[in-house]
């Protein structure tokens, strides 16, 4: 159904910040009196009570009053409420598809997103977590695929700006990040070397200045989907990239595998905007981390078409 009409009606921007506000409750939940959202959402009692009767009436939440025990919800429609809501699509960013952990993990986010809740979503894909963050923050995306590394390094500068939704635990994200070499004899950074650096990767930027340490080298900007091909070249002599790219393009290229603590480099984490709590509640419903892992592993085993 379009609700586009009834959103554009006298009251249709109460009903649509209502629904927004109601997004994040489940059912048996105790949500707020209508006395309570009506001050929350800063409109009147009674344009408050009537937008919850346009949702009710569109079967999009059922709450019911027990007295002095409060009110609760005792049905949902997250498909509905989220178009009440104006939210038609949910979208969400994820890195460059270029390894099958990043194929696996977009399939099975769309996929058991899309199946279990009957909810269209649609994925960008983005070089940087850097950039990715950003879009989220600027309220053109709902969620951002990042590392837990990216996702903390973030949080140290700009403490209470992202929630972390859920992890999908280590080796999810990648298998590891290692140092790749042009020269084969080499299995560290040495002085005068050129080293790429993606300073829009928050990652590849961070951990490539940790393995320079005081090493006298020349950082050269590249955009890291950019980084195998440049040390295959020549044009650069090491970078930190992505154990998964060389092995999913059988790349004989010399590397040393990188120690991060607690491997928080290869776990995938959902992130949102925290001025969205409403978004980041109804994901953590939503996301049925066994079953996206379990596709992941699927197409990262070969044994499925990835769909992203």
């Known amino acids: 159904m379009n609700y586009n009409n009834q959103l554009m009606s ?3 921007l109460a009903v649509l910040s209502l629904a927004k506000a109601l997004l994040r409750y489940r059912v048996g939940d105790r949500t707020p ?6 001050e929350r959402l800063n409109i009147s009692r009674g344009t408050a009570q009537s937008a919850l009767k346009t949702l009710q009436n569109n079967n999009a939440i059922h709450i019911v009053s027990k007295g002095h025990l409060g009110s609760y919800v005792i049905e949902k429609n997250d498909r509905i409420l989220l178009e009440l809501a104006g939210i038609n699509l949910l979208v ?21 997103m899309e199946n279990k809740h009957g909810i269209p979503m649609t994925l960008s894909y983005m070089r940087g977590a850097k950039n990715r963050i950003a879009m989220v923050l600027e309220n053109r995306y709902n969620f951002a695929v990042v590392s837990k590394y990216a996702a ?24 590891a990040h290692v140092i790749v070499f042009h020269d084969s004899h080499f299995k560290e950074i040495q002085d005068g070397m050129r080293v790429g650096i993606d300073r829009d990767s928050i990652d590849q930027s961070d ?20 980084l195998l091909r440049l040390v295959q070249n ?6 930190v990239w992505n154990e998964d790219e060389i092995i999913d393009k059988m790349s004989n290229m010399n590397y ?25 509640d109804l994901l953590k419903h939503m996301i049925d981390i066994e079953a996206i892992l379990k596709m992941q592993k699927i197409v990262n085993d070969g044994k499925m078409t990835p769909r992203y």
């Open 10 to 12: 006298k009251n249709g």
């Open 33 to 38: 009196t209508v006395t309570e959202l009506s």
């Open 92 to 112: 969400g960013a994820m890195p460059l598809p270029y390894s099958r952990k990043y194929e696996g993990l977009a399939t099975g986010i769309i996929t058991t």
């Open 152 to 175: 903390k390094e973030f949080l140290d500068t700009h403490k209470g700006q992202i929630d972390i939704v859920c992890e999908f635990g280590e080796g999810t994200y990648c298998s």
């Open 207 to 226: 951990m490539t200045k940790r393995a320079c340490g005081m090493k006298k080298v020349e950082f050269i900007p590249v955009e890291s989907n950019n």
């Open 234 to 239: 020549g044009e650069i002599d090491a970078a």
């Open 256 to 280: 040393t595998k990188l120690s991060v603590e607690d491997n928080v480099d290869t776990n995938a984490v959902i992130i949102t905007n925290s001025s969205s709590p409403e978004m980041t």
